[in-house]
């Protein structure tokens, strides 16, 4: 076992106290630098970074960034959301550990859609039926994992679909 255990610290964002949600650190025991290429691989993170030591995903709606001493969760509806999700990728952290014999280790980000590609899907008429300012926006957003197809009224079923098609390649949640 590589994580035994942390320190949580639960804080509401600074840059907007009114938010509902909270953000969540976990200062950990131990340094678990060595594993996060292998958390990396087998969680396929979107971002890798070599300086600092860093991997970032978007699991369960939320973004995750490990680093060696801590791992920071933003978005949370509570202190209990953090409980689960900490605990989740302490164990998906040492099963990596456990594991990585088997794993070939990854030191790159996940390949991401690119914006124009999804632009290029969309009707372009800037409607703001999505409750965006104009396609462009839209597309950042998609491509970054927080909206989807379905979020785009205008696009018929096929149009969806074929938008899907090309997102799955990403892995997109």
């Not at 942390?6 to 131990?30: F, M, N, W």
């Not at 060696?68 to 202190?79: G, Q």
Request: aromatic share 6%; with cysteine.
């Amino acid at each position: 076992m590589l994580l035994k255990g942390y320190r949580k610290e639960v804080v509401r964002p600074e840059c907007r106290p009114e938010a509902q949600s909270v953000h969540c650190v976990a200062h950990l025991d131990e340094d678990i630098g060595e594993v996060i290429p292998y958390l990396n691989a087998v969680l396929g993170g979107f971002q890798f970074t070599k300086d600092p030591l860093c991997v970032s995903f978007k699991v369960h709606g939320k973004l995750i960034a490990v680093h060696p001493r801590k791992i920071a969760v933003n978005a949370l509806r509570d202190e209990e959301e953090g409980d689960r999700i900490l605990e989740w990728l302490k164990r998906e952290i040492n099963d990596a550990w456990e594991r990585r014999a088997e794993i070939e280790p990854r030191f790159e980000g996940a390949p991401k859609p690119k914006v124009i590609e999804i632009l290029r899907f969309l009707p372009k008429t800037n409607c703001r039926q999505c409750g965006q300012p104009t396609c462009m926006v839209f597309a950042t957003q998609v491509a970054d994992g927080g909206r989807g197809p379905e979020n785009c009224p205008p696009l018929t079923r096929e149009q969806r679909e074929t938008l899907a098609s090309y997102l799955e390649r990403f892995q997109l949640e």
